[in-house]
């Protein structure tokens, strides 16, 4: 029977539940509305209330180091079972549409597996208190929030332009933004629910948002490349429903909170769940051998690009494992997995992005590797890698939805994705080109958040003595210094005057970009005001007494210059300087056409110049280093599993 007894407040447990009802409502209007207008008035009012609610729950709650509601619910529990019914029903369909054998097995036994364990061992591992937040949750909701909402906006300017790109094809957008409102919805389950039921289902309704999302287009590569991230997550659902069984039937719990209670009471109960829960999250998270399925949804329109790799889906999986982190600074296996898939996926996938010149690509080697840094640091456990993970997450979050956006916008108005093809961005694009600089500049180059947090990472490893890891850490962060300073350079490049190009980009996608870059910013000046509102509280409720890091006095230093270099970036951004003599190129030789590039070479022969990056694609090409990620990550994955198994079996009879 529903019940609920609020201890605490009721306008809280008010506001979780606006936050996950708003996003439904509106997704149910837009798959309905078909009227340009009126489908662009509930994006902009959704996506104001939503980040609103956010931002004030965020704020009011600041410091919170943990609050559980008295909340259980039959409807709830009745509305999941339907919801895995109409997930595994609905994959099973597509995957007898276009005979994919593979998918239509695993969400057979997905679907399966749920339905006989909600039907007997849910109801016996009653869930009294089924909602919470703390410092960390609250941290997720201000990202869903903020920037899941912005790419929405952005989406309504991009949406226009992707539609008239594919004239006399059948309008989905009413579909496209139900389902980006949908993703927000599972998302904001994942992080508030302490009832592990719960937080399957919305983690199964963003592997279903996901492979919707990255097949919107219908081609054949969209299908393909949806199928594989299908198939991978719904092994990693798997893995998590196999934690459920366990969970349920060994330990009587389903309860979040008890789960990690008892398992640092007794670390060898827990050791075959963990290794499935982190199983479950290296999928989600996009960790080698399973990092394809994220290169695959590079083919969905670039908003899709945008959320899956900052706001949802790959931040659940962190999430899942940052929340996981107290057991594997007790559970070594698991903390072993962990660690070694993390840092092998942040080296090798740092080394691949060297050998891309598609942005989107570049981005998406980024994220993975990224991704693999915040899981090794939840592999370690310890606060200090802690703090190090969760600002990786902010950071990486607010600066790859800029990235992903920037690069979208690009594309539709100099007709390529192309690093190669942005020589002169900064000035056929100025303000772009300087939105997407700010972005390059936040994820590499101190003071920006990202370093510093790669420097919290390195002081965390390094007391934690995880050698293996500091080595991972060393070349991937060269690998990764590489790649984007190539890109900088590449943007910031100047000549003659260049026609102008982003006259006609659309007001949505401008309120989006300067709302991402204004929020790197922002963070980055107030990340000593996060770390001992938001970080350390979090910390505290989880480890007790501890300290960032790295001191405050360094971290309001690099505030400091943070606000400085966006004043430099941005300064003067709309002014054009007065009698500017303008000058031929000069190409240091005898000059054919200079607005060509063309000159006369050494042998007498006409030579266009041209200024092109190292790719280095036969040392960092995909089909040198991919393979030994894979092979490397799949054994640790198998042997995990093993000694876990056999761990288990040992302590249980």
């Known amino acids: 029977m529903f019940t609920l007894h609020i201890v605490q407040g009721v306008d809280r447990v008010v506001h979780i539940g606006f936050l996950v009802c708003l996003p439904l409502v509106a997704a149910v209007l837009l798959s309905l509305v078909r009227a340009n207008k009126a489908r662009n008035a509930i994006v902009y009012v959704s996506a104001a209330l939503i980040a609103a609610d956010s931002l004030w729950l965020c704020f009011s709650q600041m410091g919170t180091q943990g609050v559980y509601f008295t909340f259980s619910s039959s409807a709830v529990d009745a509305v999941c079972t339907l919801a895995s019914i109409a997930i595994g029903a609905c994959i099973i369909a597509y995957a007898v549409r276009y005979k994919n054998v593979w ?11 749920s339905l006989v364990f909600d039907f007997t061992l849910a109801h016996a591992a ?9 410092s960390l949750s609250l941290i997720m909701a201000f990202i869903i929030g903020i920037i899941g909402t912005g790419i929405c906006v952005y989406a309504i300017g991009y949406m226009e332009d992707f539609q008239k790109e594919h004239e006399g094809e059948k309008d989905r957008r009413p579909t496209f933004f139900a389902i980006m409102f949908l993703f927000l919805s599972a998302m904001y389950v994942i992080v508030f629910s302490n009832n592990m039921v719960w937080a399957f289902t919305g983690w199964e309704v963003t592997t ?11 081609t054949d590569e969209a299908i393909r490349n949806a199928f594989r991230q299908i198939i991978m997550n719904i092994a990693g659902g798997l893995g998590f429903l196999a934690a459920l069984y366990f969970s349920a039937g060994v330990m009587g719990t389903l309860d979040f909170s008890q789960f990690l209670q008892m398992g640092m009471i ?10 499935c829960l982190t199983f479950a999250g290296l999928t989600k998270a996009a960790q080698m051998p399973f990092h394809t399925w994220l290169l695959g949804a590079m083919v969905a329109p670039t908003p899709t690009s945008a959320l899956l790799h900052s706001s949802t889906m790959v931040k659940a999986g962190v999430f899942l494992l940052i929340k996981l982190a107290p057991l594997y600074a007790l559970s070594v296996i698991p903390s072993m997995l962990a660690i070694l898939v993390g840092g092998i996926t942040f ?22 590797a990224n991704l693999g840094l915040i899981v090794s640091c939840a592999g370690v456990g310890t606060p200090e890698a ?26 539709h108005h100099i007709g390529s994705r192309n690093i190669e093809d942005m020589d002169l961005l900064f ?26 947090s790669k420097w919290a990472t390195l002081v ?38 260049q026609e102008d190009v982003e006259l006609t980009v659309h007001k949505s996608e401008w309120i989006a970009l300067y709302a991402m870059a204004g929020l790197i910013v922002v963070l980055c000046a107030l990340l000593p005001v996060v770390s001992d509102c938001s970080v350390l509280p979090y910390l505290q409720s989880v480890y007790g007494s501890v300290g960032a890091p790295i001191g405050n006095d360094l971290l309001w230093l690099m505030s400091v210059l943070v606000v400085v270099v966006a004043i430099v970036l941005f300064a003067g951004l709309n002014r054009q300087p007065k009698d500017v003599r303008k000058a031929s190129v000069y190409m240091s030789g005898v000059s054919v056409n200079s607005e060509a590039r063309t000159f006369i070479n050494s042998m007498s022969g006409e030579t266009e110049a041209t200024s092109r990056n190292m790719y280095l694609e036969n040392i960092f090409g995909e089909k040198t280093i991919k393979p030994i990620g894979e092979i490397a990550c799949t054994l640790l994955i198998i042997a995990a599993f093993a000694v876990s198994l056999s761990l288990s079996i040992s302590v249980l009879f």
């Open 103 to 113: 998918a239509g097995i695993l969400a057979v036994v997905q679907l399966v597996g």
């Open 427 to 452: 000035e056929r694009m100025p303000k772009l080109a300087r939105l997407m600089m700010l972005g390059i500049m936040t994820m590499f180059i101190a003071p920006f958040g990202m370093l510093v």
């Open 347 to 368: 080296c090798l996938a740092s080394f691949m992005a060297i050998s891309q010149s598609n942005a989107k690509r570049v981005l998406a080697y980024s994220t993975i």
């Open 386 to 411: 802690v703090w190090a993970a969760i600002f990786l997450v902010i950071f990486h979050a607010v600066a790859k939805s800029l990235l992903f956006l920037c690069v979208g916008t690009a594309e």
């Open 208 to 218: 279903l948002c996901s492979f919707l999302l990255i097949g919107y287009t219908k």
């Open 266 to 275: 007794a670390p060898a109960l827990v050791v075959l769940p963990v290794t």
């Open 126 to 134: 009653y869930v009294e208190q089924g909602l919470y937040f703390d």
């Open 460 to 497: 965390s490893i390094i007391d934690a003595q995880q050698v293996a890891l500091i080595v991972l850490l060393a070349f991937g962060s060269a690998a990764t210094f590489m790649f984007w300073a190539k890109w900088l350079g590449k943007l910031s490049g100047i000549a003659a005057e």
